[in-house]
């Protein structure tokens, strides 16, 4: 694996201890840092944490995975593999309905299912991190050295500002809200509240259409919240 690969944080929820033990010391053992959940209310407590990666079993009582799934899915933009001992096709329908990425069938391979992991957290990689990626011909996102330029002109953002654009542009087509605008660019770690959203696109605005952009590439969807054109 990638020294980013190794630094990854995995979040593996299921309600049998020697599942969780195993994968465990299994990902721990290849370098990972390992969440651990023996139910649903503790894998939607942990994943506050910022998982990269989900490892979450179906068959968990009270809440179950698919509920689980479509919980974290308002937060998460990670992959997420359900484990499963059977999977029928209206279960398979329903956990991609959900928002899971893959389904991994017990027993598993651990070395199979290893495998599955860094293949997921590879293709999330190559969708997240690009050098540089193109909106409308003349904006340019550069999320590598945390740039932004209109025509080749650099526009000057603040952290922040970059941070929400960054978050925005990567998602193109999906409605976020202001808290969970707020949430993921990093407001937990300040006593501002999501109110500070709308002011921050508002000057991305202002910088943008100053430096001669010829669309505004953040939409606001009326009692939504905001998306990045697609």
């Known amino acids: 694996m990638t020294e980013c690969e190794r630094q990854a944080t995995l979040l593996v929820a299921d309600d049998e201890p020697e599942i969780v033990e195993m994968l465990?010391?299994?990902?721990?053992?290849?370098?990972?840092?390992?969440?651990?959940?023996?139910?649903?209310?503790?894998?939607?407590?942990?994943?506050?944490?910022?998982?990269d990666l989900v490892l979450l079993d179906v068959g968990m009582p009270r809440l179950d995975g698919f509920e689980v799934c479509r919980r974290l899915r308002e937060?998460?933009?990670?992959?997420?593999?359900?484990?499963?001992?059977?999977?029928?096709?209206?279960?398979?329908?329903?956990?991609f309905a959900c928002g899971a990425d893959d389904y991994v069938l017990k027993p598993f391979s651990l070395a199979v299912l290893g495998a599955?992991?860094?293949?997921?957290?590879?293709?999330d990689q190559r969708?997240?991190?690009?050098?540089?990626?193109?909106?409308?011909?003349d904006l340019a996102v550069d999320y590598r050295t945390r740039?932004?330029?209109?025509?080749?002109?650099?526009?000057?953002?603040?952290?922040?500002?970059?941070?929400i654009v960054a978050f925005l542009s990567k998602h193109p087509g999906q409605v976020f809200d202001r808290d969970?605008?707020?949430?993921?660019?990093?407001?937990?770690?300040?006593?501002?509240?999501?109110?500070?959203?709308?002011?921050?696109?508002r000057r991305?605005?202002?910088k943008l259409a100053a430096a001669g952009a010829e669309h505004d590439p953040v939409e606001t969807v009326w009692g939504m919240g905001y998306r990045w054109r697609a």
């Open 24 to 51: 465990q010391e299994y990902f721990v053992g290849r370098g990972f840092r390992v969440l651990t959940a023996g139910s649903g209310q503790e894998a939607l407590e942990q994943a506050a944490h910022g998982p």
């Open 75 to 95: 937060h998460l933009t990670c992959p997420i593999l359900f484990l499963t001992a059977r999977v029928e096709d209206v279960d398979a329908l329903e956990g």
């Open 116 to 123: 599955r992991v860094d293949a997921h957290l590879a293709r």
């Open 127 to 137: 969708q997240q991190v690009k050098t540089e990626v193109r909106f409308d011909g």
């Open 147 to 163: 740039t932004v330029a209109v025509a080749g002109a650099p526009v000057e953002l603040t952290r922040r500002e970059f941070d």
């Open 180 to 201: 969970r605008i707020h949430e993921r660019v990093g407001g937990w770690e300040s006593e501002s509240d999501s109110q500070v959203v709308t002011e921050h696109i």
């Open 204 to 206: 991305i605005r202002k």
